[in-house]
């Protein structure tokens, strides 16, 4: 390997299909963190909506408790401190669980601002109508809530994608773990398997938000 | 239902306020079955606060309601509005009905799933059964052929007449009109009231229509309630009350109202 060259294009055509085989665990673990967050979030939406006062205040509580922690700390937590605990799980369900938990809080608040934009007038209606509670919440109310805040929860789907490369930290063989420790670490060059992953992170980020602005354009033209 | 003597809506002290505001003080109502009522009175003199609270939207703080013989407010030693229990409480809230002002359909349904929705999954009518149903409401209202329209197609006026449909298709005992030309363009007005009359005529419902239409509610209506700041003053037949009211204050009132 010539030493003196900054880019190798042969190193890089290299290592690039060992890298795309990571972006697939990178890819997955955005999906189904989303998967989990999507869920959660609606739990933990729903929890502090509640009308028993202890449940509302463990909802604020955790969406509180997740967002002012660095997500860093809580994956850490989760791979080293609850082993001691019996709580043992592999890294990358350990990270999709961190992720998830994580991004459930900030879905949460998605699915707030949501429900929060849907009129007074609907749940009205939806009280002359005698509909029960949990009918009105699911099919009167959340149908037009989750329009209106899908940019919202797109932004936050490219935001835990670029926050995946923190799961290297818990050795799940993501995109970076791959360049920095699978291959960077063994032939001490960087910068290309860096740059790659750098571009690849950049086309899936402009990638997803133009099929973010596709599906809502679609949502605004239903309604 | 058992009681003949006691009359179908039966309402005693009902007091509502907000804060620091009195919105309802003391009102005392007992409309038989089957009536047409107005009910007229400048904004904020509680006439709609009533109906939502029939509605159980509001809850009041004192005096109690009776519909067909159950309560649907109770009252206790003091005067205090005790709810009855939630079972009980559904039920009865089955046996009343409301239009608003702003429609409120469900925009992301169409006009016939507006109408069959809470029939199937309220009263658990079958679908197959509510949408017949639910067609013949529409045609009622002459809307049959906005069946598969969405909310947002339609004018103000075909909005309502599909918020009436929805609420007439949970056979109520007791509909509640709020104001529910306020928000239509001058035009469609008229249309909207010959259906309300429509279906007064009919007998099938006791109706409560709070209403800004005077015309409308000396034609059309049994009787006329006048609110004023709270309180029904004046309360008789639309021809006495708009030819000869007993107090100041509804001379006032309708003076100021039909000079416009």
Known sequence: ????????????????????????????ATVC??????????????????????????????????RGTPLLIQLYFYFYVLPDFGIRFSPFATGLFGLGLHYSAYMAEVYRAGIDSVPKGQWEAAVALNFSRRR??????????VPPVIPAAGNYLVAMFKDTPLLSAITVAELLYTAKDDIG????????????????????????A?????????MELKT | MNNTAEPFIQIRNLHKSYGDLKVLRGINLDIPLGEMVSVIGPSGSGKSTLLRVLMTLERPERGGVRVGGEALYDVNAEGGTVLPPPD????????????????????????????TEAPVHVLGVPREKAKAEGLRYLDEVGLADKADAYPAQLSGGQKQRVAIARALAMHPEIMLFDEITSALDPELVGGILDLLARLGKKREMTMLIVTHHMRFAEQSSDRVLFFDDGVILEDGKPGDIFTQPEHERTRNFLRSVLEI
């Open chain 1, 185 to 208: 670490s063994q032939t001490f060059r960087y910068i290309e398997p860096m740059t790659l992953v750098g571009v690849l992170f950049l086309a899936v980020s402009l990638i997803s």
């Open chain 1, 33 to 66: 963190g989303m998967g989990l967050a999507l869920v959660g979030g609606l739990f933990l939406a729903i929890l502090r909506r509640s009308r028993i006062p202890a449940l509302s205040r463990a909802g604020f509580w955790i969406i509180e408790f997740i």
């Open chain 1, 136 to 145: 009105t919440f699911f099919t009167l109310i959340l149908p037009q809530a």
């Open chain 2, 88 to 115: 009980r409480f559904r039920a009865l809230r089955n046996r009343i009905g409301m239009v608003f002002q702003h429609f409120n359909l469900f925009p992301h349904m169409s006009v016939l799933r507006n109408v």
């Open chain 1, 1 to 28: 390997m010539d030493g003196e060259t900054l880019w190798d294009w042969g190193y890089a055509l290299e290592v690039l299909p060992q890298l795309l085989q990571a972006m697939r665990i990178t890819l997955m």
């Open chain 1, 210 to 218: 133009r099929g973010i602005r596709g599906l809502e354009r679609k």
